[in-house]
């Protein structure tokens, strides 16, 4: 049997069988759209294009590349698109909320040198400080009626992050339900973590992408 039979044989095993295969297969479907394709919204082709896809080397990957190199993949492409993020939003106050938080507090600060990051273990502290621009959280959390709350109270001002949306059942299941916030007006799925934004005057839109 050639060896071409075999891989054309092996391949959608690999990809059908094996959680990398599924992850690959999953983050393939995304490439279009994570070009801009099919993102009509002005704001959101200019946030699609300058962060979420853009691929050019921010100074910071090089100051930064110990702390890359110890990362794994996923977290990798998170730490760069929050650089990218923090350079995109330029906003004074964020929130980093859960497990392995600290590691990404420079990368925000590389983009955002003037930020201010406050790092909690739960979302409970949302009760005895103001609201953040920014607020990051890893699901799925105990507390979703309580984070559904504060989301009622975000402006346009001000984003949410949530990552692992798609590390378990109950992680993706929570995503959904805030996607469908009646103030939610923009979510894109980047599939290592998601992003909610808050425009009043848009019509909402939910977008499915990659990062690079």
Request: aromatic content about 12%; hydrophobic content about 40%.
């Amino acid at each position: 049997m050639q060896i071409t039979s075999v891989l054309k044989y092996l391949l959608p095993l690999f990809i059908v069988k094996t959680t990398m295969g599924k992850d690959f297969f999953k983050r393939f479907v995304r490439i279009p759209r994570s070009r801009g394709f099919g993102v009509q919204s002005p704001w959101a082709y200019r946030f699609v294009r300058s962060v979420v896809s853009e691929r050019l080397p921010f100074y910071g990957y090089v100051d930064l590349a110990g702390e890359l190199d110890a990362m794994s993949a996923a977290d990798r492409r998170r730490a760069k698109f929050l650089l990218r993020l923090a350079n995109f939003l330029q906003t004074g106050k964020w929130m980093l909320v859960g497990r392995d938080m600290p590691r990404f507090s420079k990368f925000i600060k590389a983009g955002k040198q003037a930020a201010e990051i406050t790092l909690a273990d739960n979302l409970t502290a949302l009760e005895t400080t103001s609201i953040p621009d920014v607020l990051m959280v890893d699901l799925p959390v105990e507390e979703t009626s309580f984070l559904s709350y504060f989301i009622g109270k975000y402006s346009t001002e001000q984003t949410i992050i949530l990552n692992h949306i798609h590390d378990s059942r109950e992680a993706t299941r929570q995503w959904r339900q805030l996607c469908r916030h009646e103030h939610v007006s923009m979510a894109f799925d980047l599939y290592d973590c998601g992003i909610l934004f808050f425009h009043p005057t848009q019509t909402p839109q939910n977008y499915v992408l990659r990062l690079p």
